[in-house]
């Protein structure tokens, strides 16, 4: 069930940026995920409602930024040097329940309907 919307999602060069913007699910605590063909649905990054701490795969860490805004219900990943290996499908998703962070897919509420990323060499 689609119930967030990403946008921004492209082709890019390596080496190259993107931003991608979701519109956010509330007070949720507001993470990316990413799934490349065949492959399981990973973790890129989560930031909670008032902020305060990010997190991230360690892949992204130093390119990926998450950020969001309140105000206007979005959040976003500014994505720098972009790699190859970031090419996949990257969803937004929601975690209205439970306390702090998650990593794993299953405890995120609410999902968008992802927005492809590819990064040529």
């Known amino acids: 069930q689609v119930q967030l919307a990403e946008s921004g999602g492209g082709l890019v060069q390596a080496g190259g940026s993107l931003i991608l913007s979701c519109v956010a699910s509330?007070?949720?605590?507001m993470g990316w995920f990413r799934q490349a063909p065949g492959k399981e649905r990973e973790f890129v990054a989560a930031?909670?409602?008032?902020?305060?701490?990010?997190y991230y795969q360690d892949s992204v860490k130093g390119r990926f930024t998450i950020s969001r805004d309140n105000a206007k219900n979005t959040v976003y990943l500014q994505m720098n040097s972009l790699k190859p290996e970031d090419t996949a499908v990257y969803y937004c998703?929601?975690?209205?329940?439970?306390?702090?962070?998650?990593?794993?897919?299953?405890?995120?509420?609410?999902w968008g309907q992802g927005t492809q990323v590819t990064v040529s060499s």
């Open positions: 509330g007070r949720a605590f």
């Open positions: 930031i909670p409602y008032n902020i305060g701490s990010t």
């Open positions: 998703a929601g975690k209205r329940t439970g306390w702090g962070v998650s990593y794993d897919p299953a405890a995120y509420d609410y």
